[in-house]
């Protein structure tokens, strides 16, 4: 079952910010939230994971709620070549509990 | 590194006959994930293995389906016989335990069984 909500879909300008939500309100303590990106035709590919702290890499950004109920993810400059399907994941990060279940992700679309 | 490799790209087959997907994961990674993605179910597991050893094969649809890793850089995925309903596309993923754990996806290979 999915442990992750997010919206089907979303529009972003091309050269702003996109903030892509993520409920994950039964999320567990020693559960970390990743986030990966499908570019059509395209593996997954991971943008970024935390577990309580703001993250950021190169990539992205990672916000998560101090009660850890929910999360955004922010590709701060968005271009053409992000459009994608964003997959939220929750899972805990040990040896042996490897399984991702991605769910239906966001698609987002970046328009010109 | 090159990245996960996998072969073939694409692949149309008819009904009934073996199908073997091939996969060589990232040098040094522990851990090898067999992944199917079709549009009614998305991507889901289908196996999983730890150095060459099958962890959890739980998703695999049934037994036409079997999966082997005979050393650290290669492994396979058959099914025989091939069905219409086994098309979709056939993702092999890698990553290394220790450390951040995050899994690298090969380009897939989109199967087709007519």
């Known amino acids: 079952d999915a442990k992750t909500t997010q919206p089907p879909s979303m529009d972003c300008a091309e050269g702003r910010a996109a903030n892509l939500p993520c409920n994950h309100s039964t999320i567990s303590g020693n559960e970390y939230v990743y986030w990966y990106r499908q570019i059509h035709s395209q593996g997954p590919q991971y943008i970024i994971h935390?577990?309580?702290n703001n993250e950021t890499n190169e990539m992205a950004s990672l916000i998560i709620t101090e009660d850890r109920k929910s999360s955004t993810l922010i590709l701060p400059h968005a271009t053409l070549r992000d459009t994608a399907v964003y997959y939220c994941i929750v899972r805990e990060r040990e040896t042996g509990a490897n399984n991702l279940f991605f769910g239906t992700g966001t698609r987002l679309t970046v328009i010109p | 590194d090159a990245g996960v490799i996998q072969s073939p790209r694409h692949e149309v087959t008819e009904m009934g006959q073996e199908v073997t997907l091939r996969c060589k994961p990232i040098?040094?990674?522990?851990?090898l994930f067999w992944y199917r993605q079709t549009m009614m179910r998305g991507l889901e597991l289908l196996i999983y293995f730890n150095n060459n050893v099958p962890i959890d094969d739980s998703g695999m649809p049934e037994d036409r389906f079997s999966a082997k890793m005979p050393n650290a850089s290669f492994s396979t995925l058959k099914i025989q016989p091939s069905e219409p309903r086994d098309s979709a596309v056939y993702f092999c993923?890698?990553?290394?335990?220790?450390?951040?754990?995050?899994?690298?996806f090969g380009p897939g290979t989109r199967l087709l069984v007519l």
């Open positions: 935390g577990l309580k």
């Open positions: 993923a890698s990553s290394q335990a220790g450390g951040e754990e995050t899994q690298y």
């Open positions: 040098s040094g990674h522990d851990y």
